[in-house]
Structures are given as C-alpha cells and as structure tokens.
C-alpha cells in the first residue's frame, strides 16, 4: 500500500511564504536585503517554488558517462608512454596529450596505449595535414576514439596571430583536415580562454557559441563532436547551469545548420582564482569546480593540479588532482545519476536565465558581422576586459574573497624559492594580426607585491 505521508500537510504557496518572509524581515526591503544581483544582471531569489517554476528544460547530461581526464605534454616520447600508462593504470580513462612539434612520432607514441578502453584528446599547437592524417590511419587501423581539438580562431584570439602552415589561409587547411581524416574529431573550441580571462558567464556562453559559429560557416559537413573546452568557477549552481545553458544552445544553433551531433564538453577549473600563496586552498577550489563540470554535464573533466601556477608537471601533484576525481566517482558517486540537475528550480531558473542572456549577445554579434569581426576590431577584447575589470576591483575592496590571499592571509609563508614557473602575465612584444585576449589571474598583484617584499627581507 502507497502511504501518503503528507497527506496531513496544507501546500503552502510561494505568496504565503513571500508573506511570512517578509513578516520575519521586521520592515527591512524584501528585495535589497534577499535579492542577490549577480555578475551576469541575474537576480537571485532566497527560494525557488514550484508554483513560479516554468516547464523544465530538455537538456540531457550523463553523468554517469563522465571521463576522468590525464593531462600530458609531450616533449620525450618514451617518457610521456611511462607518464601515461602510470595515469591510466592509476584511474585515469582519458589522456590530453599537449604538442607543439609536429616532428613527434604520433604513432609510436599511441601504440603502446591500450585505446580500445581508453579516449584520447590532442591538444595542437600547429597545423598539419600530414600530422592529422597519421593519427587518422591509426584511429581507423585500431577502431579507438580520438579527439585532435583544432581551433585556429583561438589560436588567433589568444595568441594574436593565425598558425603558421603550409597554406596562408587557416580555413583552407582545416577544409582539408576535416575532409581528410573522416574517422577522428577534429574541431574544438578554445572557451577557457574567456573565463581566465575575467568573462562572465553569459559572455562565455555567447562567445563560445558564435566562436563555433564561425566553423559552421566554414567547415561543410561537419559529422564528429565539437569539443569545447570549457573552464569553470566557484560559483557551484551557476557554473552547473552555464554548462547545461551551453548545452542548450549548441544543440538550437547547431540544428539550424543540420549538424546533429552533441557537443563534446572537456573542462577544467579555472586558473583565474587560483592563489600562489596558501595554495593548498586551491585543492578546495578545484574540488567544487570539478563537482560543478561533472553536475554540469561534462564529458570529461581535466583537474588542474594545486601547484600548477608555481611548479613544472610532477608526479605528485598530478596524483592529488587525479584522485580527487576518482574520490568524486568511486567515493561521492557522482557518476551514479544522469541529469542529476533535474528537479531543481533554482538550477533550471538560473540555465534559461544564462541561456536568453547569452543568446541575445549571440545574435547581436551575429548582426554585427560575426565573431571574427569582433574579435578582430577588439569589441570582444574590449567586453571582456570590462568584465575582468568589475571582478579585479571587487576582489581588490575585499567584496570577492580568495581565502589566505586577501583575506586570512598567512603573513609567515614564502613562496620565492619555490617557483619554478613564472606565475603571472608574461608580456612578448612582437607584432600581431590583433591585441591577443590575455589571461591573468586576481590575486597577482598582490602576490608580486608579496614576493617583493620576500626579496627585501632577504
């Protein structure tokens, strides 16, 4: 027998609980003490009551496929197999292999993996027919799946300049690949550049969205996923909602093109709160980010490591960021549920929020000349950095907190004999097609100034 247990229970309606709200409050305003105005002009509400909630989004997120993800970059062959066999034989389900020498023996570099239960993602500083073709053949040979995250318009947003290749036109080359290499992916969209950079969310969204727009516009046919490589923040149910939000999108533009296939979610967390000083925090950081990606819908998800802004790869620090993942999948059973969002009003308010914010952005770019245009002529460059602005001096008053960096900051740590990478924004005077998007952290000028102070008392 089904027992109803509430059966004794009066509904009680989003007015009457506005009304006993607003009784406790003593004369305070509802909406100036309650409301919170977030970055993106959203206003979020104390509850969420099914009574306001609109019919619930068709968004489809499979957690329980999500992907534990080894970042590597290749520079001694022999030694990135032993670094890759390890991470696998020690729970990775996915390798992201970074290469910027296209001389690399591919082949031999993927033989001696075992693909057929493995996917694997290449991260190519170039552009390369041939290189393509052979990781083709090999796909083919060995029925595995391979992602080769191609994306010269990022390449031109971050690096102001196109890839070098054996045809001038970026476009033409790519036209190339895609025909080509029929059985591995081969597109990808760059959209954590936004984020570390200081974009909001809705930016994000739209910029990624009409980045990939661009492609559909050149690139015919397009048959495999799209991989966007995605960064996320803190800010847990908003971060959940700006990857289904995404989701969303992609699949309403891509429709529009007969492009049928879902788009391919790899994220990361954010470099862009992440603290030289007190770093063990960013373990807690990057535990939400990384909850949030799995939440969101993430395909796979890549951790940064906590030491990642000061210390070259190491073994130890990929292990810790590894493990957090397998503690989130075999511990926390995040992989237990699809669409684990589903139900929640404050996640469903907060995506069509995100998603109508984002696709009005969208089509104003669109009705502006298109992305490239924009990123050319410096509108994008230029929206972003007053965004990043509005972040910088909030985080400068003290409004946006990073724990032990400017607030509870543990005065006795040093960290200057311990860099062994340059951790803030490096400035190459060179000449550029554009003014290059720059990513740059909060917390640097504080920590420089911190460091100085280190090298006086020295």
Known sequence: MKLDLFHEFNNVSSKQWKQQIQFELKGADYNDTLIWNSPEDIKVKPFYHKDEAEKPLSITTKAKDFKICQNIFVYDIDKSIERALDSLNRGAESIRFSIDDQTIDVAKLLEKLPLDRFTVYFNLNFLSVDFLKKIDSYAQEKNVTVFCNLDPIGQLAKDGNWFSSEEKDNFAVLNSISKDTPNISVLSINATLYQNAGANMVQQIAYALAHANEYFNRIPNLTQPIVFQVAVGTNYFFEIAKLRALRLLFNLIAKEYGITTDCHLLVTPTKRNKTLYDYNVNLLRTTTECMSAILGGADAVANLPYDA??????????????????????????????????????????????????????????????????????????????????????????????????????????????????????????????????????????????????????
């Open 309 to 458: 802004l000061y210390h070259k790869d190491n073994e130890f620090g990929d292990r810790i960021a590894r493990n957090q993942l397998l503690v989130l999948k075999h511990e926390s059973y995040f992989d237990k549920v699809n669409n684990p969002a589903d139900g929640s009003y404050y996640i469903e308010s907060l995506t069509s929020q995100l998603a109508e914010k984002a696709l009005t952005i969208f089509k104003d770019i669109e009705d502006h000349g298109g992305f490239l245009k924009q990123l050319s002529d410096g509108t994008i460059k230029r929206k972003i950095q007053e965004s990043a602005d509005k972040e910088q001096e909030l985080f400068d008053s003290g409004k946006e907190i990073l724990l032990g960096t400017n607030k509870y900051p543990n005065k006795a740590d040093r960290m200057s004999h311990d860099l062994e990478l340059f951790p803030f924004v490096k400035i190459k005077s060179r000449k550029t097609l554009i003014t290059p998007i720059i990513e740059k952290r909060l917390a640097e000028k504080i920590e420089q100034e911190r460091l100085d102070m280190e090298k006086t008392n020295t």
